[in-house]
């Protein structure tokens, strides 16, 4: 593959735009704090970080391989046939795909829900080796208290990964029907 079609340049800015709207909004989380990475005062930054590898940086890779193979000419029509159907399939198989950062999104924050302290704690004491580069209002990790993240947040927990996992089902079958349908 030299160049990408239609649908995969549709899917390419969609993916893109969508990232950066979910991480605009993520920056309480603290998703990859490296600056505490494998500090023995702070565990819990060193497992959020390889989570937050994983869900929000090798499976979206993965994925968008994935949709650019599945979305390459052989999969679609070509752009001769000049009929609204088919431009409306190679429209919709470049921007369905591309709402899959959403669902990874609710994936990451239902496993950080269910076991938030695993992640973050509950009050993170600024350690005093830090305190000549922080002040105590711009700490460089957040604790449960200042994320909202309650002992009752469990429920939501679930609800966040089975929306995450159902959007990821949703959208695969969405494309699978256009790619097959075509």
């Known amino acids: 593959m030299t160049q990408l079609n239609i649908a995969q340049t549709i899917f390419s800015v969609f993916y893109a735009i969508f990232w950066g709207a979910v991480f605009s909004v993520s ?22 970080i390889l989570l937050s590898k994983l869900i929000l940086n090798i499976l979206p890779i993965l994925y968008f391989v994935w949709i650019l193979c599945e979305l390459n000419d052989n999969n679609l029509c070509s752009m001769q046939k000049k009929c609204w159907i088919d431009f409306s399939a190679i429209v919709l198989s470049g921007i369905i795909p591309a709402f899959a ?4 999104y609710r994936l990451w924050i239902g496993i950080v829900e269910y076991s938030p302290k695993l992640y973050y704690e509950y009050s993170w004491k600024l350690p005093h080796r830090y305190t000549p580069y922080f002040s105590s209002k ?9 994320l909202g993240i309650l002992p009752s947040i469990y429920y939501s927990s679930k609800k966040n990964i089975f929306l995450g996992l159902r959007i990821l089902y949703w ?12």
Do not use: M, Y
């Not at 920056?27 to 959020?48: C, Q």
């Not at 711009?138 to 200042?146: M, S």
């Open 27 to 48: 920056g309480r989380w603290k998703h990859f704090n490296f600056g505490l990475i494998f500090d023995n005062e702070a565990p819990h930054v060193t497992r959020r």
């Open 171 to 182: 959208l695969a079958a969405a494309q699978s029907c256009l790619i097959l349908f075509h």
């Open 101 to 104: 950062i959403l669902g990874f």
């Open 138 to 146: 711009n700490k460089p990790e957040p604790g449960l208290e200042e």
